[in-house]
């Protein structure tokens, strides 16, 4: 059984930053892909962020390329998100996921994705 617990979120005011953190624990040698994912009051759930869980390799939405960087330790126990430079578009809450994808090669969608955690809040003013 997989489970993920995102912390970090909070209130902060534009131009401020902060970290997502979602801790990871169960049986994840299956899994290839990790991500973070937002879902804003009134719209859609759209991809943030997704890393290669075996290697480096990042993927971001244009919206929060060159202000957000997704991480995770070499065990996958950890994913984080850094938040730089964070504007009221960014206020939703924020879900880190799992999928059995590769995601090398392109971003994946939010159906690739098998495991969530219950997200966390994160408000911009």
């Known amino acids: 059984h997989v489970q993920l617990v995102e912390s970090g979120g909070g209130s902060v005011q534009a131009g401020g930053s902060l970290r997502l953190s979602c801790a990871v624990s169960?049986?994840?040698?299956?899994?290839?892909?990790m991500g973070w994912f937002r879902q804003a009051p009134g719209k859609e759930r759209e991809g943030v962020a997704t890393?290669?869980?075996?290697?480096?390799?990042?993927h971001y939405a244009d919206s929060v390329k060159g202000r957000f960087t997704i991480s995770r330790d070499s065990a996958k126990t950890f994913l984080y998100l850094q938040m730089d430079n964070v504007s009221p578009e960014d206020t939703g809450m924020y879900y880190c996921a799992i999928s059995l994808r590769s995601c090398v090669w392109s971003f994946l969608g939010e159906s690739d994705f098998l495991h969530w955690g219950q997200g966390t809040q994160v408000t911009v003013s």
């Open positions: 890393i290669d869980a075996y290697g480096a390799t990042t």
């Open positions: 169960g049986d994840t040698a299956g899994y290839f892909c």
